[in-house]
Every structure is written in structure tokens, then in C-alpha cells.
């Protein structure tokens, strides 16, 4: 896992912000031991507050893992509200279906298994929060689909998109197997901030999270770019 902010200060942020309570901090204990993805606790306690706001009644997440945010996002679920989740990798999800059962939580959260590449065009939403943190590469063809699944003053959130901060260096400083990656979020990055669709902020915590409202439905189909990075 990248950090874009010194271990000095991610610990600090660690301690002073304390732990979830009950099963769920239990699973974030468990899986930091055993190295297993989950988000970065800082970046959790910023969900929390974002969610806290926006109240919402159905949240999409791309990227189960194990089931802890999944298990996290549901406490600010309004009454009646589910997290619909989507992941394909079957080893995560066995453990994502038995942590949700010791949360007591499969009226709330249903698993959508499978590639998100495949299940997003079949969804019709609406959803008032998108999570997205899956494989980075996919960002960007993910996009529109996030868009058109979210409701208008509705939240998309997504993880890891800052590379270990390699993301603000030139492509020739960045390892040659990532620079497809490299460039792939730069393109993501930049639509996200220039689309009139979205108002967004790009948050140096953990790997680098973004924060975008929807904030009118797009005139005609989105089309973003494959464009060149801006900047190269
Ligand atoms: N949100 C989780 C961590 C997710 S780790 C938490 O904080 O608890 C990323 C997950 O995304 C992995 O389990 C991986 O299998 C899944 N993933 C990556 N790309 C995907 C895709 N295209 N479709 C479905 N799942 C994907």
C-alpha cells in the first residue's frame, strides 16, 4: 500500500482517531495484521464524515475486499438503505460474506459478484454515494457509468488515485511498468476536475482520494478522454 503523507504522521493520525467499535473494528484489526486491503483508517474516519453529511439511502461500491467498508458505510445508511457492493475476485469475497454475516448485516449489504467492467452497464441506480476502489487502471472507463448511476448532489469517492504521490512526477520518473497506470489516472484525474458535471477535490490522504459531487446531468453522453496527460 502507497502512502502520499509521511509514516510519522499516519501514525499520528492512527492514534489520536480511535478505532470502530465492536465486529467491525474487530475485522479492521484482523485484516491490517493479515495485509489484506482494507482502506487506510484516516481515510475511513473521512468517509465516515462524508457520510455522516450526506445521509444517503443507497450506496454502490466497487471493490468488496473483505466487507469492511462495505461494514462501515452501512452505520450511515438512512432507515431502509442498502450498500450494494461489487467485486470479483471469489478468495475476497468468501471472507466478505463471512464478516458480513458476524456484522449481522446481509439485509444491507448485497454482493454483486463479478467484474465491474461487466455489472456497471447493467445497473440503473440511482445511488446517492458511489465508492470506487478497485483496479486504478479502470478509472477512467468506469467514469460515465459512475455518472449516470448517481443522483444529482450525489457523492463519488475514489480511492488510491494519487500513486504514492508519483502521480505529480513526470513520466519518465516513474518505474517503466507504471507508467500506463501513470498515465491512465492523470487522464482520470484531469477529467474529474475539468467535467462541468462534476465539482470535485482531490484529497492527499492515504493513497490520494477524490471527492466529486455531481452537479447537473451531462447534456449529451459523457465521452472522456484518452487524451494525453496534459502536462507531457
Ligand atoms: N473497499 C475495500 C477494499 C477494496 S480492495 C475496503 O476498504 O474494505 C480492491 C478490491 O477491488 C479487490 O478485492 C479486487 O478484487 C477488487 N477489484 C479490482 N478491480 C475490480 C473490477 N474490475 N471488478 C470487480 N472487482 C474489482
Keep these: 500500500m502507497n502512502y502520499v503523507t509521511d509514516d510519522y504522521l499516519n501514525n499520528y493520525l492512527r492514534t489520536v482517531q480511535p478505532h470502530y467499535d465492536g465486529v467491525l473494528g474487530e475485522i479492521e484489526k484482523e485484516s491490517r495484521a493479515?495485509?489484506?486491503?482494507?482502506?487506510?483508517?484516516?481515510t475511513a474516519r473521512l468517509l465516515s464524515v462524508l457520510l455522516t453529511l450526506k445521509k444517503p439511502k443507497n450506496i454502490l461500491e466497487i471493490g468488496t475486499a473483505v466487507g469492511f467498508s462495505s461494514g462501515l458505510m452501512t452505520r450511515y445508511l438512512e432507515e431502509g438503505g442498502t450498500v450494494t457492493t461489487i467485486d470479483r475476485f471469489e478468495v475476497m469475497l468468501k471472507d466478505a460474506r463471512k464478516n458480513i454475516k458476524r456484522m449481522g448485516l446481509e439485509d444491507k449489504i448485497k454482493i454483486l459478484e463479478g467484474d465491474a467492467a461487466d455489472i456497471l452497464p447493467e445497473l440503473s441506480g440511482p445511488y446517492d454515494v458511489i465508492f470506487l476502489d478497485a483496479a486504478k487502471g479502470q478509472y477512467s472507463a468506469f467514469l460515465p457509468h459512475c455518472i449516470?448511476?448517481?443522483?444529482?448532489g450525489g457523492l463519488l469517492i475514489v480511492d488510491d488515485v494519487l500513486q504514492g504521490g508519483d502521480i505529480a512526477k513526470t513520466r519518465f520518473a516513474v518505474p517503466r511498468r507504471q507508467r500506463t497506470i501513470h498515465k491512465r489516472l492523470k487522464n482520470f484525474l484531469w477529467d474529474i476536475s475539468h467535467t462541468d458535471v462534476l465539482t470535485s477535490s482531490i484529497v492527499p490522504i492515504g493513497d490520494g482520494l477524490a471527492v466529486c459531487v455531481k452537479v447537473k446531468e451531462p447534456n449529451s453522453p459523457i465521452e472522456f478522454s484518452n487524451k494525453e496527460s496534459k502536462d507531457e
Design 148 to 152: 449516470r448511476l448517481l443522483n444529482i
Design 34 to 42: 493479515a495485509d489484506v486491503p482494507i482502506i487506510p483508517h484516516e
